[in-house]
């Protein structure tokens, strides 16, 4: 069984920076891509960033300049490097990962969330 456990997350002044992680933890498996998602308050959930094995980025244009999606995949971690924080990005922050388990099964999975707070 495959899990995700993100952290990182805490209280933040605008204009200040932070970097979330998140790790991904089991046997038998990789991980084929990595997303970052995050759902604020009465919102719906969105894409923030995603980076694929290879390592190409893809990022919403709310956080282009500001957002740095990376990964180890020795060690199945990805971060999200967020800078010049605004209120608005004030959210519960999820990992999703695209798990390859070695039996050739692929499915999404999903962490916890990690919540952050911006004050203005």
């Known amino acids: 069984q495959v899990q995700l456990v993100e952290s990182g997350g805490g209280l933040v002044q605008a204009g200040g920076s932070l970097r979330l992680s998140c790790v991904a933890s089991?046997?038998?498996?990789?991980?084929?891509?990595f997303d970052w998602y995050r759902q604020g308050p009465g919102k719906l959930r969105e894409l923030v960033a995603g980076?694929?094995?290879?390592?190409?980025?893809t990022y919403a244009d709310s956080v282009k300049g500001r957002a740095t999606i990376s990964r180890d995949n020795a060690k199945n971690t990805v971060f999200l490097a967020m800078n010049s924080l605004k209120p608005e990005d004030t959210a519960v922050y999820y990992c999703?990962?695209?798990?390859?388990?070695?039996?050739?099964?692929?499915?999404?999975?999903w962490g916890q969330g990690t919540q952050v707070a911006v004050s203005s």
């Open positions: 999703n990962a695209r798990v390859y388990l070695n039996n050739g099964t692929l499915y999404n999975l």
């Open positions: 089991g046997s038998d498996f990789s991980i084929n891509a």
């Open positions: 980076i694929s094995r290879g390592g190409s980025t």
